[in-house]
């Protein structure tokens, strides 16, 4: 829960001083590369080496995606850098997280029920309190956005818990390098979503990540070739 509350801080402060695009990526490519740097010597995950380089290939791939296009000066630099540091610094809540929950799924026993129950728990235990911060920190703004948006919020927690609860079954069924890496693809049909649906440019750039990270994701799950 720990973790997962200085999680979501680091993404928040990332957001306030740099872009989506910027930062979601760097956090999202960050993670399932220290994953796969830390699982062997802490849980006993030794993955081939096919494994480890299809897990840099596609974090170095979601990692290209947030390159900036023009090269940022003055006081954009200060925000600039510090939107890195906390993208950064939410990679690793991202790896503490997945580790963490992946340990604390297999260990809640071997039926569907108990691993639904730690499921359950965490989303029960970790939602309250960025809401008891914002209020402490700002009530007006926020009783005043519940009111007007409630039901956004009732719908993006329904996806989030979802998705992440499938995210946390998934680490019984495989080694924890390969589900955070295959988690973090989102941010490659977040970018194709941008450009099918709103129209966004895709770019030469955009074009190699995505091969890159199509890359790893095959070497990964394909046969042993060395």
Not at 88 to 107: H, K, W
Request: one cysteine or more.
């Amino acid at each position: 829960m720990l973790v997962h509350v200085a999680y979501y801080t680091f993404l928040l402060k990332a957001y306030s001083y740099g872009d989506l695009s910027h930062t979601y990526p760097i956090a999202r490519g960050l993670g399932p590369l220290l994953v796969a740097m830390v699982s062997g010597n802490l849980i006993g995950e030794h993955l081939r080496t096919q494994d480890i380089v299809g897990v840099v290939l596609l974090s170095f791939g979601l990692i290209a995606l947030a390159i900036p296009l023009k090269a940022v000066k003055g006081g954009a630099a200060g925000r600039h850098g510090l939107a890195t540091l906390f993208a950064v610094l939410t990679g690793v809540t991202i790896a503490a997280y997945i580790i963490a929950d992946g340990m604390g799924v297999r260990s809640a026993g071997p039926d569907f029920e108990h691993r639904l129950a730690y499921i359950a728990w965490l989303c029960v235990l970790e939602g309250p309190w960025l809401l008891v911060f914002a209020v402490a920190l700002r009530p007006g703004t926020v009783w005043s956005h519940l009111r007007r948006n409630w039901w956004r919020g009732v719908i993006g927690g329904l996806i989030a818990n979802t998705g992440y609860g499938i995210a946390i079954y998934a680490l019984v069924l495989g080694p924890m390098a390969h589900v955070a890496a295959l988690r973090e693809t989102s941010v490659l049909f977040g970018a194709l979503m941008g450009t099918l649906l709103l129209g966004e440019p895709f770019g030469m750039r955009r074009v190699a990540a995505a091969f890159v990270i199509v890359s790893g994701l095959v070497l990964m799950n394909g046969p042993a070739l060395f």
